[in-house]
């Protein structure tokens, strides 16, 4: 079973800046979307950011700005790059693919934001 890694959580000072990774353990084919999710404690979980096939983005208009979501479909990779951040974007980062078959999830990565 192909896992998705997240990598790159961590503690950051309000107006600093972290860079998400997330690789595949293993062969994943016919990705149509790569995406970001986040968690916050006490909350659904809610799209931050999303990449299609074509490389069109869509963002939720709380980090619009902010957030930048890429993919490198050579690697099979998708990166958030995350400045200006604020302490109401502390959560779990988990990114998630959808092929036409199976959606791939993560275990999440923390991002915690301290005023």
Not at 11 to 21: F, T, W, Y
Not at 49 to 54: D, E, L
């Amino acid at each position: 079973q192909v896992q998705l890694v997240e990598s790159g959580g961590g503690l950051v000072q309000a107006g600093g800046s972290l860079r998400l990774s997330c690789i595949p353990s293993g062969n994943i084919f016919m990705i149509n979307t790569m995406d970001w999710y986040r968690q916050a404690p006490g909350k659904q979980r809610e799209l931050v950011a999303r990449v299609t096939n074509f490389g069109t983005t869509t963002y939720a208009d709380s980090v619009k700005g902010r957030f930048t979501i890429s993919r490198d479909n050579a690697k099979n990779t998708v990166y958030l790059q995350m400045n200006s951040l604020k302490p109401e974007d502390t959560a779990v980062y988990y990114c998630n693919f959808v092929t036409a078959r199976y959606d791939y999830w993560g275990q999440g990565t923390q991002v915690t934001v301290s005023s």
